[in-house]
T-cell receptor, first 112, second 110 residues
Framework: DTEVTQTPKHLVMGMTNKKSLKCEQH?????MYWYKQKAKKPPELMFVYSYEKLSINESVPSRFSPECPNSSLLNLHLHALQPEDSALYLC???????????FGPGTRLTVL | SQQGEEDPQALSIQEGENATMNCSYKTSINNLQWYRQNSGRGLVHLIL?????REKHSGRLRVTLDTSKKSSSLLITASRAADTASYFC??????????FGQGTRLTINP
């Protein structure tokens, strides 16, 4: 299995909702990433997990809460989001000793 | 952290022509990667060139790296409609973190 999967593909939520994005890979990669991408902009790094521990938090607001329950799964818990948080959320993974990142197809999030 | 700047921001060519896009960066790197993103989809890793390499090929892709000028170029030969996408460079000083440039939006016209 050489892919990163993300669910759901699309998500519409209100500002008072709580929802979660899920990312899964079975390539044995021990580094996993969350990126946020606005339209016609490059992906911006949010969080990095290395060996299931949070290693980088790019000063992301606390309404985004990442979780890495095991080496294959990465979640992003969302609460009290703002309309400007609407974006494509991308997950990626990387194996130790190599630099290439493998990306999932993304979750298109709309906050109303 | 590193960030690349791609040039041009947008490029439109006829199918069959070659497409060249450039990336410049500011500080020393360990490697430089190129990624492709089709509209609204995830990024796909295309090629990685290490700082001690000057040129690398993969199929119709040719990447060059000039560390003295802190620049790289991506050449796509014999372009196809399926090459229509955004292309991002990511110069990297280490493995953990990538910072993508603004990208080049490539359109291949039939």
């Amino acid at each position: 299995d050489t892919e990163v999967t993300q669910t759901p593909k699309h998500l519409v939520m209100g500002m008072t909702n709580k929802k979660s994005l899920k990312c899964e890979q079975h390539m044995g990669h021990r580094a996993m990433y969350w990126y946020k991408q606005k339209a016609k902009k490059p992906p911006e790094l949010m969080f990095v997990y290395s060996y299931e521990k949070l290693s980088i938090n790019e000063s992301v607001p606390s309404r985004f809460s990442p979780e890495c329950p095991n080496s294959s799964l990465l979640n992003l818990h969302l609460h009290a989001l703002q309309p400007e948080d609407s974006a494509l959320y991308l997950c990626a993974s990387r194996t130790s000793g190599r630099n290439e990142q493998f990306f999932g197809p993304g979750t298109r999030l709309t906050v109303l | 952290s590193q960030q690349g700047e791609e040039d041009p921001q947008a490029l439109s060519i006829q199918e069959g022509e070659n497409a060249t896009m450039n990336c410049s960066y500011k500080t020393s790197i360990n490697n430089l990667q190129w990624y492709r993103q089709n509209s609204g989809r995830g990024l796909v890793h295309l090629i990685l060139i290490r700082s001690n390499e000057r040129e690398k090929h993969s199929g119709r892709l040719r990447v060059t790296l000039d560390t003295s000028k802190k620049s790289s170029s991506l050449l796509i030969t014999a372009s196809r409609a399926a090459d229509t996408a955004s292309y991002f460079c990511a110069p990297s000083g280490g493995a953990q973190k990538l910072v993508f440039g603004q990208g080049t939006r490539l359109t291949i016209n039939p």
